[in-house]
């Protein structure tokens, strides 16, 4: 192997392999002696059509036809067996020089190279490394072709996968914010002031009822609830009326109302509370759950 050979390719899939063609044994046989030190695997045919049926059968490499032969001519030989097996390097080695015929089979890629006889025996080995080393460039190049188009389907595929998850998340956001706006809207449309604690503290949410009954403590959206909001938060946080179903019936600065205080839950941690007011029709009476 010539000390070019890219070490990537120097382990194969299968010993190269070499196929000669001519009608002549005398010369089958000189060239067999000559190529047997290069380790190559060796086939002979002594005419075109052999040689085919030789292909049909085995993986060859590199082909090294004679040019004038019975039936039909190597250059003939080399079109059929480009036409049948496109990724051999085919080499033409001939006494005789037809110059038209070898420049169109050169033109037309169905000879790699065009060799005259008498040959000398280094030159042509030399020739023959070099066709196997243009072989393996190619099968290597294929190889690098077939890996690049499997990773860009790959890569179509993870594209298709991520747009349908970017889809279905935003179809997912999209109902959540629709959810939300309609949690809102029911909210709204509540008989009673709904006030939304956060779990910062902060009064995160008022309803409209809210907003028009209890002007002073909607006023604090955005920031801490108001002192008196804050002392009937601190009043429901007691356990014996967090699970009260009737609230906690008080006075707020003279309105008889019911408050309950409901925890908002989220997936992985609390969200906060939502405290509900509803103001009662009775007059209020002064007494010491009054706030003022």
């Given at each position: 192997m010539s000390m070019n050979t890219p070490p990537e390719l120097t382990t194969r899939p299968h010993p190269r392999t070499l196929l000669l063609v001519d009608d002549e044994e005398a010369i089958l046989s000189s060239l067999r002696r000559l190529f047997r030190r290069d380790g190559y695997h060796l086939f002979t045919a002594t005419s075109g059509a052999e040689g085919l049926a030789l292909l049909a059968q085995q993986t060859v490499d590199v082909i090294l036809s004679d040019q004038r032969m019975p039936g039909m001519t190597g250059i003939d030989f080399m079109r059929e067996a480009r036409r049948l097996h496109p990724?051999?390097?085919?080499?033409?080695?001939?006494?005789?020089?037809?110059?038209?015929?070898?420049?169109?089979?050169?033109?037309?890629?169905?000879?790699?190279?065009?060799?005259?006889?008498?040959?000398?025996?280094?030159?042509?080995?030399?020739?023959?490394?070099?066709?196997?080393?243009?072989?393996?460039?190619?099968?290597?190049?294929?190889?690098?072709?077939?890996?690049?188009?499997?990773?860009?389907?790959?890569?179509?595929?993870?594209?298709?996968?991520?747009?349908?998850?970017?889809?279905?998340?935003s179809e997912r956001s999209l109902a959540m914010q629709n959810a939300a706006g309609a949690s809102r809207d029911a909210l709204d449309g509540l008989p009673m002031a709904v006030f939304g604690i956060g779990d910062d503290g902060m009064l995160a949410y008022v309803n409209r009822l809210a907003v028009r009954q209890w002007p002073q403590w909607s006023s604090a959206l955005g920031s801490d609830p108001a002192p008196a909001m804050q002392q009937m938060l601190a009043a429901l946080e007691q356990p014996s009326l967090r699970a009260e179903a009737e609230g906690l019936r008080t006075a707020i600065e003279g309105q008889n109302a019911r408050v309950w205080l409901r925890p908002l839950s989220g997936q992985q941690q609390p969200l906060g509370y939502l405290m509900l007011v509803q103001l009662l029709q009775e007059a209020a009476a002064a007494g010491p759950e009054s706030l003022t």
């Open positions: 990724h051999t390097v085919r080499m033409t080695l001939s006494g005789y020089t037809d110059l038209e015929s070898i420049i169109e089979a050169v033109n037309e890629g169905a000879v790699y190279k065009f060799l005259t006889k008498p040959w000398d025996d280094d030159l042509l080995r030399s020739h023959v490394s070099q066709a196997f080393e243009q072989s393996e460039l190619a099968a290597e190049n294929r190889r690098l072709g077939e890996a690049v188009r499997q990773a860009n389907r790959e890569l179509a595929t993870a594209n298709q996968r991520l747009e349908s998850l970017v889809r279905h998340e």
